[in-house]
């Protein structure tokens, strides 16, 4: 059993910044891909960007060049590093884990952003 813990939301104007991270427990962590998710008000939630084992990072089109997904396996923690944020990047963003291996799927609670003058 893995568990997830999001942080770092908040409040930032358009054009600022944030770093979200997600530290796990349980589980060999590195044996995991990890990925960053958000969810609108009335919307699905999609996929924002995500790290496989071996490190190598994949986007979203709507925000790659402004968000940076890495993993520091010892501190068992992913990040986001989102800049240039906007006002459409306004939503929950969840953390996950995923090892296919084993049929294992992971899911932090979430952690608020808003992006608004």
């Known amino acids: 059993q893995v568990q997830l813990v999001e942080s770092g939301g908040g409040l930032v104007q358009p054009g600022g910044s944030l770093r979200l991270s997600c530290a796990a427990s349980?589980?060999?962590?590195?044996?995991?891909?990890l990925g960053w998710y958000r969810q609108a008000p009335g919307k699905q939630r999609d996929l924002v960007a995500s790290?496989?084992?071996?490190?190598?990072?994949n986007y979203a089109d709507s925000v790659k060049g402004r968000f940076t997904i890495s993993r520091d396996n010892a501190k068992k923690t992913v990040y986001l590093q989102m800049n240039s944020l906007k006002p459409e990047d306004t939503a929950v963003y969840y953390c996950?884990?995923?090892?296919?291996?084993?049929?294992?799927?992971?899911w932090g609670q979430g952690t608020q952003v808003t992006v608004s003058p």
């Open positions: 996950n884990a995923q090892r296919s291996t084993i049929a294992a799927d992971y």
């Open positions: 349980g589980g060999i962590f590195r044996l995991y891909e």
């Open positions: 790290i496989t084992i071996g490190g190598r990072p």
